[in-house]
């Protein structure tokens, strides 16, 4: 994907009530035109003061917002081009889908014949034509959902801001909900930022994910490289299940845990550091004791619908989750097998720099990643 | 059908009794021709009649009708702006502090607080009347208002407001288009509960009221002193009877925001 310029950027921004710890602790990012980002964290982690102070609705304690190049520290929340969809929908109760549509338009003093013209687009894009004159109250919670995002889109917003929209859906309606918000982006072609505390939307729908925690960015990236090469372990856990071990790097592409030793694919360590290692329970392939390359006892087992989820111990105690189409009986000896590119291993305390100068350092020897 | 008639329900029956009957006992007699609160003689409209014939008790009327309409809306208007106020208070001392201060207001006798005004009316040197009489009933009002609008505003999600501003609302815009069509319901209660406080206030008017000028409480209460006359009761009766035309007019309003309008089978009564 091609560079573009910045639609929003962040330097160094704080946000702090009183004399508490600060929600958010300076932050630096930049995001592209034409995106689907994701905020990605456990609740109070700082990801909605993010959306907010995008938004306008609350004031940075230091540091400076850029909406298009332009410092927007002091623009109020109504004179910026961002739009929000808010948890709750905070849809008016007292208007019906038409006019809560047509609210920010009649706001703007716009002719009542181009009103009606774009708010019966807006209703086209999120399939509730018709829907003009129902009231709010008599709708389910998928349906005023769409006027939510129809009301904000009216507007033609840069930057679509979505706080955690499809908390309060039900699962079914919510894996709906994550295609057609995604096709609904690329059709608008501007920027979604999604508000999600649910690892699995933020995989499915986002072009970058910004993982955060405590009010600091842990890490950000492709869905698939925040999923394959977490930094640390607080992303590791975070996104999807993890096996985490304390290991030790012996040398490149030499890892030591468990009490064994494994070919793996990472360099860049110090001899004998010591490091943390990552293999999704989805890459340990169950197999007889003797093909294993390393065995465990089989503690317990759960049926998750798609795979089995099996909790065994090593020898020395360290717990393993395997997902396997296939079972295993509870008490019996499995052996375990993965491939060198399926460890993950982690630098403790690594910055999301230092992880990228490292990666950097030895794709540039011309070693592959 | 026997277990319509459980203890609990006798009880009831009892208690409505026994607050009802006297009124009835009243409205019963207003028709009786025999003049007397006993031995009822013919029915009659007599009493009717005289009340309607009566210019000045009919001015009475209406003054009591201005001075509760005028004073309910002004009330409405302050009590409205006073609960915004409250609402946007974010210390939450300060606006427990204001909110008991509010509450003192409404139950601190009646005595006590038309004394009072009685005092200040005559310390400013404000001739009692109508404006003295139009000013206290503002004045015990506004709390009534103000506790009727609070908590339809702070049942109302602040994400409206965010959204509005969102949007691109500025502050007139936010008040107008979110916060007042989301309070009107409160509003109305308020104005309906003003309306009623201000109509059979007796204790406030009879202090600050000067002469030439009455409220019927008051012009009723001179009445029943002077001597027992069914005109009393004729007048009562109507004002019951418009109480509870209020009554059900509030009911009608409140059903009607609740639920989508049904606005049917007002005038029924009467």
């Known amino acids: ?5 910045p639609i929003i950027r962040f330097e160094n921004v704080t946000k702090q009530y009183d004399d508490d710890k600060p ?36 004031e940075a304690t230091s540091g400076k917002i850029y909406i298009n190049d332009k410092l927007v520290n002091d623009t109020p929340a109504n004179k910026r081009q961002v739009n929000t969809v808010f948890q709750d929908y905070a849809l008016f109760p007292h208007l019906n889908v038409f006019d809560n549509v047509a609210f920010g338009l009649r706001v703007k003093k716009l002719p009542n014949d181009v009103i009606e013209k774009k708010v019966k687009e807006a209703l086209r894009f999120v399939n509730l034509q018709g829907y003009e004159n129902r009231e709010i109250t008599g709708m389910s919670g998928g349906q005023r959902q769409r006027v939510a995002i129809a009301r904000a889109i009216v507007n033609e917003p840069e930057v679509l801001l979505l706080d955690e929209p499809l908390s309060a859906l039900d699962l079914k309606l919510r894996t709906e909900m994550q295609y057609e918000l995604r096709e609904l982006q690329q059709r608008l072609g501007i ?17 970058e994910i910004f993982v955060i925690n405590e009010g600091k960015i842990e890490q950000r990236g492709t869905p698939r490289d925040i999923y394959d090469e977490p930094i640390n372990r607080f992303v590791a856990d975070f996104i999807g299940e993890s096996n985490i071990i304390t290991g030790k790097m012996i040398q490149d592409f030499l890892v030591e845990f468990a009490g064994k030793q494994y070919d793996c694919v990472d360099q860049g360590f110090k001899p004998n550091e010591t490091v943390e290692i990552v293999i999704r329970p989805e890459d340990l ?30 020898e020395i105690g360290n717990e393993w989750m395997i997902h396997s189409t296939k079972t295993a009986t509870i008490g019996d000896k499995i052996g375990l097998y993965f491939e060198p590119e399926d460890i993950h291993v982690m630098r403790l305390g690594e910055t999301e720099e230092e992880f990228d100068a490292r990666l950097e350092s030895y794709t540039a020897q011309g070693a592959e990643k | 059908m026997k277990r319509k008639f459980k203890p609990s329900t006798i009880y009831l029956a009892i208690v409505f009794v026994i607050l009802y009957a006297p009124i009835f006992y009243l409205m019963y007699y207003s028709f009786n021709s025999g003049g007397k609160m006993y031995a009822f003689d013919r029915f009659t409209w007599e009493w009717y009649g005289e009340l309607f014939a009566d210019t000045r008790l009919l001015i009475i009327v209406l003054n009591t009708i201005i001075i509760a309409l005028l004073s309910a809306a002004i009330s409405t208007i302050i009590g409205t702006i006073g609960a915004i106020a409250v609402w946007y208070v974010k210390q939450n001392k300060m606006k427990n502090l204001l909110l008991s201060l509010n509450n003192i207001l409404i139950v601190s006798p009646d005595v006590v607080i038309g004394a009072s005004f009685l005092i200040l009316f005559t310390f400013i040197g404000l001739q009692l009347g109508f404006t003295s009489v139009l000013l206290a009933h503002i004045a015990f009002s506004v709390p009534i208002v103000v506790i009727m609008v609070l908590p339809k505003l702070q049942e109302m999600s602040p994400s409206l407001i965010a959204a509005a501003k969102d949007l691109g609302a500025n502050n007139y815009h936010i008040l107008t288009k979110v916060i007042l069509p989301y309070i009107t319901p409160g509003i109305f209660a308020g104005f309906f509960m003003a309306l009623t406080y201000s109509l059979d206030d007796f204790a406030v008017t009879f202090f600050v009221t000067g002469n030439g000028f009455s409220t019927l409480s008051v012009e009723i209460y001179s009445m029943a002193r002077q001597g027992v006359s069914l005109t009393i009761n004729a007048l009562s009766t109507i004002l019951f009877l418009f109480t509870v035309l209020l009554v059900i007019g509030y009911y009608f309003i409140s059903k009607r925001t609740n639920a989508n309008g049904r606005m049917f089978g007002l005038g029924a009564r009467k």
Not at chain 1, 1 to 5: I, S
Not at chain 1, 42 to 54: E, F, N, Q, Y
Not at chain 1, 292 to 300: A, N, Q, Y
């Open chain 1, 23 to 58: 929600i958010l602790n300076n932050v630096s990012f930049e995001m592209e035109k034409g995106k689907f980002y994701t905020l990605l964290g456990p609740s109070g982690c700082g990801k909605t003061t993010i959306l907010r102070l995008i938004s306008g609705l609350i």
């Open chain 1, 1 to 5: 994907m091609t560079k573009n310029q």
């Open chain 1, 285 to 314: 392939e169950i197999t007889s004791v003797e093909r294993g390359k390393f065995t465990v006892k089989v503690d317990s087992i759960l049926f998750r619908g798609v795979h089995y989820e099996i909790i065994g111990y090593d």
């Open chain 1, 191 to 207: 920027t979604f930022v999604f508000v999600t505390h649910d690892q699995e939307e933020a995989l499915a729908m986002s072009d």
